[in-house]
């Protein structure tokens, strides 16, 4: 059960990571957009609303105060400093406005903040949430003056007013949704699903909207200078002012076009084209100097985008999808180490030809039914042939040693795990929006904590293959020998072992099923089921055979294959957090097996060798020496 619940932790610490930020976030909004309600020209015009700008202000730098210490908390906390001056000494709204812009994009552009829907959000959907949840107090028409407002203090919002409209983001609008206004009868709408809120706080966001007004912008919003606005991360956390500012009336046309009209920003286009989307950014950011917002786009692009398809790309050109990889880590390498931009962009160059050969080579993104099955088969087939092998030779293990009763602590462990990978694609679905680097960092750890274990319990069934340890072990009592304890340590390793499987292959189906058509889909399911039914027969090929083992020898191969698996989840563990760009990659000259764990990078490889030596030590240094 503590295995569980690390898990669920580290499952959920990205969104109640991300929960205090949001709550962050919307302290920032509320005052960037109700500073002008108690200000105007230096002087207080609503003493309430302004003594409320300092109490946001206070608390706006108390959670900052409690971030983690890093390079960008210092900076916020200066941030918040000049806007409490700002405030106290009456400024302009407008300074006002820039300030918290620049606070809140300080926290998205450098904090693992999810700040857009999943899916595009449904505005009739929306519409209906809104007669529900919303017309009794904001109006049916949006004007706030809904049968239940009056007497309301502060009123209902008016979401009609233009000059709030102007400056509210749509994030921020599907903040409060999800936060309510304390102290106010808004309350929080958590029980509505995160794509519900997000279908609520789109029709809200264009109420205000005169749609016949902005139907001629749909041709504007092909023009090259107003497609950052088609970026739907940009989009959801700018305000249609700063639009305005930015890219002039043409672009507040735009946004406006887009807020009554978002499917032009959730396209479904292919991983690849996202992937290509973010390595022309790339490009820009690092011309311009950003080398940080350079390596996070660079690790987006390959976990956003190109990774999502790798398994289908690996079934019909496997030497293409290899030579994508490696010149994708070779970019975030060259990012690294500030090499010359003209380098840089050449080999942006370089890989976006890659990704128009895969392209091609997966059909425009339609799988066929064979390649369908067989992308199904094999993703299953790699994912869980390693839980496999842990949890079969764990339940060989305790039969063997006539502890065939106990074998139910580890079926408790790989139930739980089949059961919290579907809690893991639940979420990722309805509550949390799961990141690639998130996403890589729960692999990751979840891979090297199981080569932890691994490592301890082949060490424990290799030293019991020695003469003296071996007798020892015998002449024990076995149900002292596996106390409750250890057999609950079992049990936590065929949970992670099969966790980090069951969420990895969940997440690569989800990309298999958006590739292909019907016929295709059909032909996927039928891949899964042969891949169930081959892992079946290995599992029991595996217990067949190990049961016909001597003691002695099946502890010896036992603990040789728990080693073996070691080094492969260590080698996968640091691939993963290396992909997530938590570690640096060092690539040498060796060959890529990714079924053994090993990659061509210097990091992976020395905590490979590191665990290699510590285990030959352990084997044969002078304590072992002496014992024998």
Known sequence: MRVLLLFSLLLLSPSVYSTGFQQLLQLIDYVGVDYEEAVDQGKIVNQGEYQEMQDFTLGITEKINSLPDDQYKADLLSQSRELASLINHKADADEIRKLTATMRATIVNNYDVVTIPQTRPDLKQGAQLYSTHCASCHGANGNGKGPLADGMQPPPIDFLDKERYAQRTLHGLYNTITQGVPGTTMKPYEDLGNEDRWGLAFYVGQLAIDKSAVAHAENDAESPALAPLLDIKKFTITTPSEAELEFGSQGAMVMAWLRSDPSSLFNTGSPLEFSQRQLDEVGKAYSNGQFDEAYRLAVEAYL?????IEQSLDTVDSDLRLEIEQAMTGLRNMIRKRAPVDEVESDIEHINGLLEAASSRLSEN????SAAFVSAFF??????????????????????????????????????ALLAGFLTWWASQTIVNISGASREVTEGVAALIAAGVLFYVGFWLHDKTTAAQWKTFIEKSMNKALTTGTLWGLSGLSFIAVYREVFETILFYQALWVQTDEAGKSMALGGMAAGVSVLAILALMVFRYSMRLPLRQFFSISGILMFVLALIFTGKGIAALQEAGYLPIT????????LLGIYPNLQGLLAQLALLLVALYLWYGPSRIRST
């Open 379 to 416: 993703i299953l087939l790699r994912e869980g042939l390693e839980a496999l092998l842990v949890v079969a030779a764990l339940v060989a293990f305790l039969a063997k040693t006539g502890h065939r009763k106990n074998v139910r602590y580890l079926h408790t462990g790989w139930i739980g």
């Open 366 to 369: 339609n799988l066929s039914g």
């Open 587 to 594: 690539p040498v000259g060796m060959p890529h097996i990714d």
């Open 304 to 308: 956003e985008g190109f990774e999502l």
